[in-house]
């Protein structure tokens, strides 16, 4: 059989309701200014009268309305509120057309501008793009957005490298760039330099004081002030563990002030990052006036190293919650294992009493995995008045170390030895003072055999003889 071609006539279609055959089509328009400044917010107005004029003054459209976002950002979608409004609004099928002043109006990242253009493109939807007279309904809209898109794109990340350059610029001659409004315990004169602000400032020495002299831990801290109703830095009581930790490590309330600890990684999602030496840092040595002495805030970072690595050391995932209420908490360390010990209640013939047992003792239900002994805790408190009378009974031979220590140690050492000295200058205890074991006391390692050792903040070891279960 000869081959044979036949053409078969294409089938006019039925009439359909895209955006492009609408009679009058439903159209928005979408405005963007990037900052707040006073020239940007005259655009934004100007915009907003302009395209309502506009829509509602041409035949060919019905006004849906005007969306419009301010002191926002181009280069991403996340917070333009009213831009994500429009986008649902036209998946709804409320609009039939949008209208920008420009492609950078729209979006400056290239890959938002074409990724909802080809969506609404795809629900029928056009946007025209007045400035660069783009439809992107025609044939070779596509090729001239991703073009200009790209352009805005590269201009906002030259405003961007700008912006940073006059940031580090200051940086480089030592001016601070800080918001004093989220910082407490300081406030700015009119030169810009940061002056105290005294009701706050005695906030931030209470801080220093309970974390290093009392020996209160960063979570016990911020629930005293919350519970208190102190106010923070916005003016509200409400503390957390990384508040009090960000305070602890702050620089500036010693009067030094560390330039760049954060940078700008990507211009497009504006995110910062911590700074591990990417971009040069600056420290201003003495910058402004301190809220806290230069030796008590370097005996405070040793003092936060030290809590760090104690807790490695010991396999501690949080170092005592309730520090204030039981500064044993964490510090009572089984000789067997080197696993803290856990505070229990047990409750025999209509009485509790309190004991402390190694947390490895029972890993797994009903099998003892450490060899431990339980210690009783009115034993633990009478041996702890034991080996700390010890200490004040000989107070005369230990202050000349003392006095050695306040000489040679350095800031953490010299502040313990200072703080056994005026501790020991005390009558001797007839009863349990838990405010005086956080101050003094590092850690006490139990010992099967009845043994407990007492190792103190100045290095001080007693060792102390009991009966344990």
Not at 19 to 45: F, G, W
Not at 232 to 248: E, F, H
Not at 277 to 303: C, F, M, S, T, Y
């Amino acid at each position: 059989m000869a081959r044979t071609i036949v053409h078969i006539p294409a089938q006019p279609r039925a009439a359909t309701t895209s955006a492009t055959q609408v009679t009058r089509l439903r159209t928005a328009a979408y405005c963007r200014v990037s900052t707040e400044q006073e020239e940007q917010l005259n655009s934004y107005e100007a915009q907003v009268d302009y395209y309502t004029n506009y829509i509602k003054s041409n035949p060919r459209y019905e006004f849906a309305g005007i969306y419009a976002d301010r002191g926002i950002t181009g280069t991403n979608t996340k917070r333009r509120e009213e831009f994500n409004r429009m986008i649902a609004d036209c998946e709804a099928g409320k609009i039939d057309f949008v209208i920008a002043k420009s492609v950078s109006r729209f979006a400056r990242n290239t890959e938002d501008c074409l990724f909802y253009t080809r969506k609404l493109k795809d629900l029928g939807i056009g946007i025209y793009f007045e400035k660069e007279n783009i439809n992107t309904l025609d044939g070779g809209g596509e090729l001239l957005l991703t073009i200009l898109s790209s352009l805005a794109q590269e201009e906002s990340r030259n405003i961007s490298e700008n912006c940073k350059w006059g940031i580090r610029k200051k940086f480089h001659d030592g001016k601070l760039h800080l918001n004093a409004d989220r910082f407490l315990g300081y406030d700015k004169d009119e030169k810009g330099k940061l002056v105290i602000n005294e009701d706050q400032a005695a906030i931030v020495r209470r801080v220093f004081y309970e974390y290093i002299w009392e020996g209160l831990n960063p979570d016990a801290i911020a629930r005293r002030l919350q519970a208190e109703g102190v106010p923070g830095c916005m003016g509200k009581p409400r503390w957390s563990v990384s508040t009090i930790q960000a305070m602890l490590r702050n620089e500036k309330y010693m009067g030094d002030a560390l330039l760049q600890k954060t940078y700008t990684a990507d211009f497009l999602n504006k995110k910062s990052v911590k700074n591990h030496g990417e971009v040069e840092q600056v420290r201003v040595k003495g910058d402004h006036e301190a809220i806290i002495e230069p030796e008590i805030w370097d005996a405070v970072q040793l003092e936060l190293q030290r809590r760090h690595r104690y807790t490695e050391e010991h396999n501690i995932r949080f170092r005592g919650r309730n520090s204030d209420a039981q500064p044993f908490s964490c510090k009572v360390i089984c000789g067997v294992c080197g696993n803290p010990f856990w505070r229990r209640t047990w409750y025999r013939e209509n009485k509790t009493i309190k004991v402390w047992q190694c947390g490895q003792r029972y890993q797994e239900k009903g099998v003892v995995t450490c060899v431990s002994e339980n210690l009783k805790e009115e034993t633990l408190y009478n041996a702890f008045v034991v080996a700390w009378n010890a200490i004040v009974d000989n107070r005369k031979e230990l202050l000349p170390e003392w006095e050695e220590t306040m000489q040679k140690g350095n800031a953490l050492e010299r502040l313990r030895a200072q703080q056994m000295m005026e501790l020991t200058d005390r009558p001797k205890l007839f009863s349990i003072d838990l405010s005086l074991v956080g101050k003094c006391l590092d850690f006490v390692e139990v010992n099967n055999g009845g043994v407990l050792n007492f190792h103190f903040l100045d290095g001080a070891q007693i060792c102390v003889e009991t009966n344990v279960e």
